[in-house]
Every structure is written in C-alpha cells, then in structure tokens.
C-alpha cells in the first residue's frame, strides 16, 4: 500500500473513531447507558460522510441507532497503527481536526484520579497466553470475591507516562522497559504476563484513546497505570487460576503537594518496606499497602514521605515510598544498589544513564545513612515523582539540610536534561522515546 493511501486509510479510521465517540458522548447525555455502542442508522451510514469533528458535535442523538455492546469495543476498530523502528504511523492527527482537548482546569492537576473515555482489557486463561485485548469506557469492573488478587494480593502495576508535545505529536518514554519489569515481577509472584509487544501496543492503544486527556505541553502528563491482576477465583492459596491485564490513564501533575519545590523526608527506623529474599525488587501491590503505616505517621508530622533502611543493620538506605533515592557529594552521584530490596526504577536507570552520558561519575552502592550529613544534594527518582529535590532529611530527631530552597546544581541539570527529552523539547540521541501521531 502506498504511504498517501496508507496515511488515508488512516486518516478514515479515526475519523470513524471520533464519529462514534461524539455519538457515544451524545447519546450518554441523552440518557442511554454507557455500555452500548452507537452505530450510524442506516441512512446515515449509507452515506458515510466522515463529518469533521464540529459538524459531529452537534449530531442529533434522536438519528442514532443504539446497539447493544456485549462485548467491548476492540482495539483495532480504534486504532490501526503501523510500527516503523520506534515511530508509530497511528491515526495522524496533524491531518485531521482532532485538536479537542478534555475540558478540565489543565491549570489544578494533581497527582489525583480523573476518570478518562477508556481503558483497556486484557484476559489470560489457564493455558498462559494472553487474548487480543479490547478497549472498554473507563469504570468499575466485576470480580469474584475470592480472586486471587483480592485474598492473597497476587497483583502488579507499572507505571508511565505519556506527553503532548508542541506539534501535536505524542510522547511515551522507555514502555518497554515496564514491560520487562512486568514480566519480571509477574514471574516472582507466579503469574502470566503479556509479552513486551502486547503490552506496548495495549499501552499504545488505550493512549490514543484518551487522547484529549493528555495535558497541553508544560502542564503535566498521561499517567498510565497498567494492572496485573489474578482475578481467577481461588479459596486454599494457590496462584489464580485466571488473570486479567488492565490499563487505565488519568491526567496528572506534579506528585508531591510541594510541587517540584524539595521535600522533607524523615527516616524510617521501626517499620521496613523490604526484606531479603521478599518482594521489594518487584512491583507488587502488597509493597505499596505496606509503607502506608509509616507514612501516614509520617505525614501526620508534617514530612512528606519516608525514607526506608535496610532490616537486616538498619544501617543502609533503600528507597522512598514511591521511589528511589541519590545523594550527590563532590559531584559524584550515589545510589542504593540493586539487590533485591529496592525497586529497580526506570527513571532511576535512566538518570544514572543521563549522568553517566553528561561525564558524571555514577556509583550504585550500599549508601550509609551517616553519608547524609555530608551530602551536598539528595534527590529522588520516579515515574510519579519525576526527579524531586529533597529539602531535608530527619534522622533520629537531627535534621540535616541541603539546597538553599531549590534544586541543587547537579540534581537541577539532571532534572532539565531528563524532562527535556521526555517531553520532546530536546534531541531524543538515547532512543528512548515512543512517539505517537
Ligand atoms: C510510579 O512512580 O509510577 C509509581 O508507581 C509510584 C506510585 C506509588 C505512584
């Protein structure tokens, strides 16, 4: 096929996606419930003018014909997309009028849930392999309460994000590396997982999507929050019988309430998120549940998060609630290293990368909690968090201080070299960027 008609068929498919979408949105608001798809009556299929997206705006519901959907909406009648080396030829934008943005204060987003149009539905049967996933309207899902993910906490999520840069053009970072983790994860919490391709093209799809709730450029971003889930019934403990692969977005800003100014972390001395030869080096939920005393405690004193040590000499750092941590001291950078206890995050991996390419030396070590007092700067890294200076750091009632107020010299240059190449604004030369159109 030549690449005008490939770009036009293209060009059709999404047309026909936001023709149904505005009929959907239409009759929702007409009354119908949100689990039928619409479909053109007769007439006005026979006709089957692609009407640009203001003409569908005012398409009167009363000329819809309602069917009902047993079956979710499947993801290719959404997105037809055609993968060459990173770039993704989906539904071209640029070509089309599809400039709609949701309507929300993009202004006063948070790190808070907003629901979105779609998520994204993957099951896994007994036999391991993962079926052809399907998009379907976001909202609440049916689970058996004796599910595996419900009793015994047998469930994963990843996390990332996705960008609208100035031109239209959409940006994910690095979604093969959540999927690996995924994998990961989901063979020490035996589980089926969806291969890399399945996963980045089930993300892929459910951000094409929800296009309209990517934020404008500069005002946060698409979190992506895949699940994986042993939703099979199951009463003695045991690994579900069955799982399901979920994807749902929500546009999101800065992650700490202080914005990108530094936090304040105190040091965990009593509760501990890890042990060796547990689950702290993957991503399981039962991670997550677990840190929520300590925070809330925490927080209730006025610090931000807390930071964790080691169980077995109280002695090491290991990481932050929701991510890992570097200290900067005479400009070499330092953090926990990798075994087993500490999250192996990918903003993490790819600051030390950012670092390391900017001449930076790099050590991924056990860090001491004594270094603390003489760090110059300390930071930490995450998908959610990005990369967030921290302020300060209470340790046994002594507070110890760095910055005046900001970032750091080292943690701000790595801050702006890292956002710049997520959000497009700078050349992408480590190929880590996914872009959508
Ligand atoms: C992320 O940074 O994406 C995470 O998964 C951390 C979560 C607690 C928000």
Request: hydrophobic share 35%; aromatic share 8%.
């Amino acid at each position: 096929m030549t690449s005008t008609r490939l770009k036009k068929n293209n060009i059709i498919q999404h047309q026909h996606h936001e023709y149904f979408r505005v009929m959907e949105r239409s009759a929702v608001a007409s009354g119908f419930h949100r689990n039928y798809i619409l479909c053109a009556s007769r007439a006005a299929t026979s006709t089957t003018r692609l009407h640009s997206l203001s003409s569908l705006r005012n398409f009167p519901s009363s000329s819809l014909r309602i069917r009902h959907c047993p079956s979710p909406i499947s993801s290719n009648f959404i997105v037809s997309e055609v993968s060459r080396n990173r770039r993704c030829d989906a539904v071209s934008s640029s070509t089309t009028d599809v400039t709609e943005l949701a309507e929300i204060d993009w202004d006063k987003i948070d790190f808070g849930l907003k629901p979105t149009d779609y998520m994204y539905a993957m099951k896994c049967s007994r036999d391991g392999e993962f079926s052809q996933g399907q998009l379907q309207p976001f909202g609440n899902i049916d689970i058996n309460p004796a599910a595996g993910v419900l009793n015994y906490g047998q469930g994963l999520f990843e996390g990332l994000k996705a960008y609208r840069k100035q031109d239209g053009n959409i940006l994910l970072f690095r979604p093969e590396e959540n999927a690996i983790r995924m994998r990961n994860g989901a063979e020490r919490m035996c589980m089926p997982s969806p291969t890399v391709e399945q996963f980045v093209e089930a993300v892929k799809t459910t951000v094409l999507a929800n296009k309209r709730w990517i934020p404008p450029p500069g005002k946060g971003s698409l979190y992506i929050r895949p699940l994986l889930m042993g939703t099979g019934a199951v009463l003695g403990l045991a690994p579900a019988p069955e799982y399901t692969f979920l994807i749902f977005v929500s546009p999101v800003g800065n992650y700490f309430k202080e914005g990108v100014a530094p936090i304040n972390l105190i040091v965990e001395t009593e509760f501990h998120r890890a042990t060796p030869g547990g689950t702290g080096g993957v991503k399981t939920i039962g991670n997550y549940a677990a840190v929520l005393k300590a925070q809330s405690i925490a927080k209730a004193k006025g610090y931000s998060d807390v930071l964790y040590l080691d169980c077995l000499h109280k002695r090491y750092l290991e990481e932050v609630s929701s991510c890992n941590i570097f200290i900067v001291k005479d400009n070499v950078i330092s953090t926990p290293e990798i075994k087993g206890t500490i999250l192996p995050g990918i903003t993490r991996k790819s600051i030390i990368e950012v670092a390391r390419s900017q001449g930076f030396k790099v050590e991924e070590r056990n860090v001491t909690v004594d270094e603390l007092v003489e760090a110059d700067e300390v930071f930490c890294t995450g998908t959610a968090v990005v990369l967030s200076p921290v302020g300060s750091i209470t340790y046994k009632s002594q507070r110890f201080s760095y910055g005046e107020d900001g970032f750091g010299t080292v943690s701000k240059q790595l801050y702006t070299s890292l956002t710049s190449l997520q959000m497009g604004l700078s050349e992408d030369n480590m190929n880590w960027t996914v872009q959508l159109s």
